[in-house]
């Protein structure tokens, strides 16, 4: 499990205002067993950013250098939940990868609340929270 830095978590609740009322991403850069960064993303997504994100394949690319260059690890994701709870969508569970750590934020009324950590199980059926 990772400890999540509260510079990371603070830049998770102000992407998650500031995009408000669409969902917004980001991917979580580790070290040492912390996210110490979280890092903004665009949401690509053509589905309607209101309940929908996307981290597209270039950006990937773009998190695992960003990550490469201060010598951590891609750790897995970010997104906010508008006026919904901090929980994964079925959704969510159909664009999971494994072995990645997925935070989602509630945002109700442009105020971020609250925040919890998730992982895929193993056999794609669910969540865990972590």
């Known amino acids: 499990m990772l400890e999540l830095g509260p510079d990371a ?46 981290v597209g394949p270039d950006d990937y690319r773009l998190a695992e250098s960003r990550a490469r260059e201060q010598a951590a690890t891609l750790a897995g994701f970010y997104h906010s ?16 990868w494994p072995n990645l750590t997925y935070i989602i934020v509630a945002v109700d009324e442009g105020a971020p609340g609250d925040l919890r950590s998730w992982r895929l199980l193993e056999d794609r059926s669910g969540f865990e929270e972590t």
Do not use: K, M, W
Not at 14 to 40: F, K, M, N, Q, W
Not at 87 to 93: A, E, F, T
């Open 81 to 96: 939940h508008p006026d919904h709870p901090a929980r994964p969508s079925q959704h969510d569970l159909e664009q999971a």
């Open 9 to 54: 978590e603070a830049e998770i609740r102000r992407h998650a205002a500031e995009t408000y009322p669409d969902e917004c991403c980001g991917a979580l850069i580790a070290s040492a067993g912390a996210i110490v960064e979280a890092y903004r993303l665009p949401n690509t997504t053509s589905a309607g950013a209101r309940r929908r994100f996307l």
